[in-house]
């Protein structure tokens, strides 16, 4: 959706199909951390009202990166940047309600219920998709922006594959009531917090707060202008988003059952309390109060990197290219900034300044370098990978005291908790 409204600034005409039946459809519960990377991109591509928009719907600004125990226990706190610029923040976001920023005014653009089954490219260099309903539609360029499974790579590179990165992840939302803030302390209400638990169960919670209350009325005390720029923005009226605590626990496969895809509601959230057994009875008790239709289990998994393949009138974007484990935190920022770098090269070819082949070839040449970093970087990142030293039975005791340890030194030295900071921002800007 932020190529689709990119090239539509930028003039050219796009269309999107999506597998969804309606811009309320899918399980898009969850939080995601927008940081410099894909605020900028967001910025070059939507339409300047709109990226306000975006800006007025996050929740609010974390304000730490906490590392805690299993036993809430403080490891280390580090204080994050201050929500004063527009882009150089980490943006705590809904993914529904970023879904419905993004679909906002393009309703002529985005065709519902249209799952992408293949495609032909044709020697008039136009390139047809098929979908399961028997239409199809004619274009100059087919982008993938399908996922991890995405049916267009699996017809365009068969020998790009994903694999499970070895570990699974119980996600659940909490509404965020006054009981649950009180089982909080401050600084884990006021920001992102790392679980590291014993015996190799890791958690991250976050807690989400937006500018409507439970009725989705807009809050009193709201900036004039949020409150003016929201009270106009027809996507509230679908997104049933409200104030939550939202957490995951992850740990390598051998921790869940075999079936443990198949599980939803109560029956996940049982299995999230059975491990964690031995953590402290408030985050117990925050689990125990998780809205069970929000429960998902996620089995991770990330990308095997290929060379580079010749241009066509097929590209590819996001995690249909480059699926990375959430360990940086980074799979839609970097889906984000394809998009805006898509956009530039798209731009040059309409104002005749390159080929489509050639502007494609030079985004395919600058994507994959920097998306399969991520790919690398991420899989090795708090315990995303199955062959963790965390998951390892005496080792892994080992592992958990050296990055309790690495946290701990480094929030209390101010030279490096300087550098972590920055680290946290600048990794997801554009200098690497
Ligand atoms: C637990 C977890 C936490 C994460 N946290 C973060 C984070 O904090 N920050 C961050 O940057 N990233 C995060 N990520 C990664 C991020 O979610 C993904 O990288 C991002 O969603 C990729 O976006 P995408 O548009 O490429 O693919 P997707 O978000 O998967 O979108 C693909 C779209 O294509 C549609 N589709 C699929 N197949 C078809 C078809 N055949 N026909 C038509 N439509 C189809 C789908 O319905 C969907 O709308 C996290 C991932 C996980 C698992």
Not at 6 to 34: K, M
Not at 330 to 354: F, H, S
Request: some cysteine; aromatic content about 6%.
């Amino acid at each position: 959706m932020c190529l689709a409204h990119g090239l539509r600034r930028a003039g050219i005409d796009v269309a999107v199909y999506e597998r969804h039946r309606d811009r309320s459809d899918g399980l898009l519960s969850y939080r995601i951390g927008i940081g410099p990377t894909g605020n900028k991109a967001l910025r070059r591509c939507l339409p300047p009202e709109l990226f306000d928009v975006f800006l007025a719907t996050c929740a609010r600004s974390p304000r730490y990166f906490t590392v805690i125990s299993e036993r809430l226990r403080e490891t280390a706190s580090f204080e994050l940047r201050p929500d004063t610029d527009p882009v150089e923040t980490e943006r705590s976001v809904a993914r529904m309600t970023l879904h419905q920023v993004l679909l906002t005014g393009m309703e002529d653009v985005v065709h519902f219920g249209r799952t992408f089954t293949h495609y032909e490219q044709r020697d008039d260099g136009t390139v047809t998709a098929h979908f399961a309903d028997g239409t199809t539609a004619v274009g100059d360029l087919l982008v993938a922006a399908d996922g991890t499974h995405s049916a267009v790579r699996r017809q365009h590179l068969p020998h790009a594959v994903t694999r499970a990165a070895g570990t699974v992840n119980i996600a659940v939302k909490i509404p965020l009531t006054d009981h649950v803030r009180s089982l909080l302390p401050e600084r884990v209400r006021q920001g992102i917090s790392l679980i590291f638990g014993s015996g190799g169960i890791m958690g991250v919670l976050h807690v989400m707060e937006f500018k409507w209350d439970r009725d989705g009325r807009l809050r009193p005390d709201l900036d004039p202008t949020d409150a003016a720029l929201l009270a106009r923005w027809p996507g509230l009226r679908h997104d049933a988003t409200r104030d939550y605590v939202n957490i995951v626990i992850w740990s390598a496969d051998r921790h869940f059952p075999a079936d443990v895809m198949r599980l939803r509601g109560p029956a996940l959230i049982d299995l999230a309390l059975r491990l964690t057994r031995g953590w402290h009875p408030d985050l117990r008790d925050l689990l125990a109060g998780s809205d069970p239709h929000s429960a998902m289990p996620i089995r991770v998994a990330t990308s095997e990197p290929i060379p580079q393949w010749k241009a066509s009138t097929v590209t590819l974007l996001g995690d249909a290219i480059h699926t990375m484990t959430p360990g940086r935190g980074v799979g839609a920022n970097t889906a984000l900034r394809d998009a805006a770098l898509l956009v530039e090269e798209l731009r040059q070819v309409a104002a005749g300044d390159k080929t489509l082949l050639a502007g494609v070839a030079d985004y395919e040449a600058a994507m994959l370098p920097y998306g399969y970093a991520r790919v690398a970087d991420s899989l090795s990142r708090n315990g995303t990978n199955g062959d963790d030293p965390l998951y390892r039975p005496v080792v892994g005791r080992l592992a958990l005291l050296g990055a309790r340890g690495y946290f701990g030194v480094t929030s209390r030295i101010p030279r490096l908790r300087r550098r972590f900071v920055d680290d946290f921002y600048t990794y997801r800007g554009e200098n690497d």
